[in-house]
Nanobody
Framework: QVQLVESGGGLVQAGDSLRLSCAASGRTFSSYYMNWFRQAPGKEREFVAAISWRAGSKYYADSVTGRFTISRDNAKNTVYLQMNSLKPGDTAVYFC??????????????WGKGTLVTVSS
């Protein structure tokens, strides 16, 4: 059974940092891109960042470039999203997803259940 389990969300103040984790299990993800998406209340799900599991290539949304960093630990089958200089606009449920492409939610094959990040001003 394929599972993506996110953790690390919470309530922080503007300017703080958080690190999200996505633990993957149930299959080999070496040919996949691991994506992070987020969805704020009343808004559509949007792309945040992605990493190629095999090559380590990284992709970011313009809104998080320079503040967020995506990384992976192959030995632990875990992907991380380091979020610095958080803003109230970053408040959302953050989802981990695996697919053969990046950026497009419809192209993801597997999804986690999400972890809530709340940034207070």
């Amino acid at each position: 059974q394929v599972q993506l389990v996110e953790s690390g969300g919470g309530l922080v103040q503007a300017g703080d940092s958080l690190r999200l984790s996505c633990a993957a299990s149930g299959r080999t993800f070496s040919s996949y891109y691991m994506n992070w998406f987020r969805q704020a209340p009343g808004k559509e799900r949007e792309f945040v960042a992605a990493i190629s599991w095999r090559a380590g290539s990284k992709y970011y949304a313009d809104s998080v470039t320079g503040r967020f960093t995506i990384s992976r630990d192959n030995a632990k089958n875990t992907v991380y999203l380091q979020m610095n200089s958080l803003k109230p606009g970053d408040t959302a449920v953050y989802f981990c997803a695996a697919g053969t492409i990046v950026r497009l939610p419809d192209g993801m094959r597997y999804w986690g259940k999400g972890t809530l990040v709340t940034v207070s001003s």
